[in-house]
């Protein structure tokens, strides 16, 4: 080759090498750009994803539903031993000298309560209620609330906190609890940083430095001690990635942990970790977050805790199966003790604290097994009403339902079913008995305490809702109520007749009522019909009204559905669940007002989401759906049907206790019911079998002992009683005359008419003078007691 040759061979390849470099560096640089572009959209995906999860709605959190918020008010009515069981039953623990929030000191006058703190629902202006840890103190006099204080300052009235009943877990099975920052222990949250992220408030999510200090701290102890990942990067993984060990998740935890540092404060991300982190298993439901999870170890409040179960609680970050105290409770106190000595070697307790930690044991509630939901008929009614109130959406976020429900009158229910039916199938030689209960605050028209299996804490079918039975005489109060609404047509001294009847039926059948005794007396006052529950004079009066009118006045008293009208809805031939007509009598024993029966008074969105806003709340209708004065008639009626009628034996049952009541019973003693209320709670009792078989018993051989062992187990306010004059006592610093318009009057016992006080065989009634003419004449006039000399001499 030619010296030309060779420089023109060199010439080219040094032209296809400069090419090749630039095409290569060109290349470089189109790749690493087309790099960062992708990464940049990438970066841009995973901030869009934060985001929409971090400043939404980040969880869905299990609904809370409470019972009901005891208020005391000074002059009060108390029972101290309600009271005392209300806070057992919430946790609390009775000591001699107060330490801490959870325990209540009792002596013969005085009750001291450290209230745990609670965020009680501002539900008018007048409540100001403080939410945080709180020492209220309870003066005792004659049963009644001398005094109130308030970390020793006095008032008129307190809250206290309410029993959790449940918790509706979503879909997802997360269950959590959620905390804010400032509500967290400060104890718990250094600990925290101390073992999984000593460095949180100093990196930029990411900390090179920390995983190799926490690979040297694991080698050094030997086993693993600390995590090297940040909180940041677990936030990350647990709020938005999926578990999987690969190097793209590595990278999108990496970036996102930037991210998220870049877009929120240190404060709100540890908020966040610490209502995120999973910390157990309870059968499907995972428990997340350290508020819950410290009802799950130890059943207390995060505020409750000791150092020991905070290092416990701090323990389970690192793997809550490994660790599972229950399980391994070996391997979890050696993981506790461990981090125990880290706390101690920063300070952040006493030598003799650690020493008593070191040795406590893991003090763990003894079952892993949450109780399980213990009042599901209550329950069941609960979630059919946030149904109505609320989209299933909104039931997702957090809320708490503040329900009229009493854990006090729900247990005494319970053991009354269970220990009456046991007896009355014992009496009457019956088997498979079942029952159902509604307890309701006549006042308020929540509904205390509901039954609707002899079993306690039984799921399934719930009576007390769905079990559509035959009312028999509970329905006569409705007819009789619908003629003292035509006050001038009727009173309780209208005469009725009780003679043998024959009815047509439909189908060309004919229906011939009989009363239960079987006896005829020939003519019958209207209040009588009533009290004696006698079923001919009943059906008179309802066929001389009109089976629509009838129909009309079960309506207005709150039953919904349609009625078929038909001679035999008159005794009682209309199906109805105990609580349905629970509510047609509320307005008997509510002077007229007919306000809805209801289990949820409030629905307030929760704290972590917004301000805890009220989202639906009870409004009282003060509807009057019968008047005051045809009311009081009523309510005296059924007072003397527990006084001289068919529930009479109240009078030996109960004694020195006034009521009103009106039992049922329907055809061959299937179904036994009694509905009964004093000055404070209506209670609704069903008695009967599933297989629709004779029970042999009637309304006062079954239903009604039901009733009154309930009320004197719950302790029983007097309702007004009757005279002469009218009403005499007060309810409830209601009341305590007849309503204006109603007078005693003076009726002539077989004409039914009002007459003056010359006339012999009367009796007295309260009845609407509207509709009362005077007569003068008599059937027999009274005679005039003479005196000796009249008598001897003539006149």
Request: aromatic residues 8%.
């Amino acid at each position: 080759m030619s010296e030309k040759q060779k420089k023109t061979t060199k010439s080219t390849a040094k032209g296809i090498k400069k090419s090749w470099g630039r095409w290569l560096l060109i290349t470089s640089a189109k790749l690493l750009f087309s790099l960062v572009f992708a990464l940049a959209i990438f970066t841009i995906y995973l901030d869009a994803k934060v985001q929409t999860v971090f400043e939404g709605q980040r969880w869905q959190i299990p609904a809370q539903i409470y019972g009901k918020i005891i208020q005391l008010k000074k002059g009060d009515n108390i029972d101290v031993s309600h009271i005392t069981q209300s806070l057992q039953l919430n946790g609390y623990k009775k000591v001699r000298f107060i330490t801490s929030q959870g325990q209540y000191a009792q002596s013969t006058s005085r009750l001291i309560i450290f209230r745990r703190a609670f965020d009680f629902p501002q539900l008018d202006q007048n409540s100001v209620e403080n939410s945080t840890a709180t020492q209220l103190t309870i003066d005792i006099k004659n049963s009644k609330i001398s005094q109130l204080y308030i970390e020793n300052t006095p008032v008129e009235q307190v809250q206290l906190e309410p029993i959790l009943l449940a918790r509706i877990v979503p879909d997802n099975k997360e269950d959590r609890v959620v905390m804010a920052l400032e509500n967290m222990p400060t104890m718990l949250l250094d600990t925290l940083l101390l073992v999984e992220d000593r460095e949180f408030y100093h990196h930029q999510g990411i900390s090179p430095l920390g995983i190799l200090r926490a690979l040297y701290n694991n080698i050094l102890a030997g086993h693993t001690v600390q995590g090297g990942s940040t909180l940041t990067q677990q936030l990350v993984k647990n709020m938005f990635l999926t578990r999987d060990r690969t190097l793209t998740r590595k990278m999108k935890e990496a970036i996102m942990a930037l991210i998220i540092e870049v877009r929120y404060s240190k404060d709100q991300l540890l908020e966040a970790y610490i209502n995120e982190v999973y910390l157990g298993q309870h059968y499907a439901n995972g428990i997340y977050g350290f508020g819950l999870a410290a009802k799950f170890y130890f059943g207390k409040t995060i505020a409750e805790l000791t150092i020991e179960q905070i290092a416990l609680l701090v323990a389970q970050v690192k793997g809550p199966s490994y660790y599972d105290p229950w399980r391994h409770p070996e391997r979890a106190k050696q993981r506790r003790d461990l981090i125990l000595r880290l706390m101690f070697e920063q300070r952040l307790f006493s030598v003799n604290d650690f020493e008593q930690a070191m040795e406590s044991p893991l003090s763990i509630r003894e079952n892993k097994r949450f109780k399980k939901d213990k009042y599901p008929a209550y329950l069941r009614l609960v979630k059919q009403e946030l149904n109505h109130h609320l989209t299933s959406k909104q039931q997702k976020m957090g809320i708490r339902v503040f329900t009229g429900f009493s854990h006090v009158s729900q247990q005494l229910l319970e053991q009354t079913v269970s220990r009456q039916l046991t007896q009355l199938e014992q009496k009457y030689q019956q088997t498979n008995l079942q029952a159902a209960m509604v307890v309701t605050d006549i006042a308020s028209a929540e509904i205390r305490a509901l039954v609707g299996d002899r079993q306690s804490g039984y799921a399934g079918f719930n009576r007390a809702i769905n079990a559509k039975r035959p009312v028999g005489s509970l329905i006569k109060p409705s007819i009789y109520l619908a003629a003292l609404e035509r006050y001038e047509q009727y009173n309780f001294a209208t005469v009725l007749a009780d003679k043998p009847i024959t009815l047509g039926s439909g189908q060309r059948k004919q229906w011939r009522p009989k009363n239960y005794d079987g006896k005829y007396r020939n003519q019958v006052p209207l209040i009588d019909g009533l009290v004696h529950s006698l079923n001919i004079p009943t059906v008179n009066l309802g066929m001389a009204l009109g089976l629509e009118n009838v129909a009309n006045a079960i309506h207005l008293l709150g039953y919904p559905h349609d009625i078929v009208t038909r001679p035999s809805i008159l005794l009682g031939a209309i199906n109805m669940s105990p609580l349905e007509i629970n509510q047609m009598y509320l307005p008997i024993a509510n002077q007229g007002m007919g306000e809805k029966v209801h289990t949820v008074n409030a629905i307030v969105s929760s704290k972590a989401s917004s301000s805890g806003e009220v989202l639906w709340q009870f409004q009282s209708s003060n509807n009057q759906v019968i008047s005051t004065k045809a009311a009081y008639l009523m309510d005296f009626a059924l007072t003397k049907v527990t006084q001289k009628g068919t529930a009479r034996s109240l009078t030996w049952r109960m004694k020195n206790i006034n009521l009103a009541g009106k039992t049922g019973t329907s055809n061959e003693a299937r179904d036994s019911w009694f509905i009964g209320y004093d000055a404070k709670h209506l209670v609704t009792t069903w008695v009967g079998k599933d297989n629709n078989k004779p029970t042999k018993l009637t309304g006062s051989s079954g239903a009604l002992v039901l009733f009154s062992d309930f009320m004197k187990n719950q302790g029983s306010v007097s309702k007004l009683s009757f005279s002469d004059k009218g009403l005499s006592g007060k309810r409830l610093g209601e009341r305590s005359l007849m309503p204006e318009g109603v007078q005693m009057t003076l009726f002539e016992k077989k004409t039914g008419h009002a007459v003056t006080n010359k006339c012999a065989n009367t009796i007295k009634y309260p009845a609407i003078i509207d509709g009362i003419e005077i007569q003068q004449a008599c059937l027999k006039e009274l005679e005039v007691e003479r005196s000796w000399y009249e008598k001897l001499f003539g006149d």
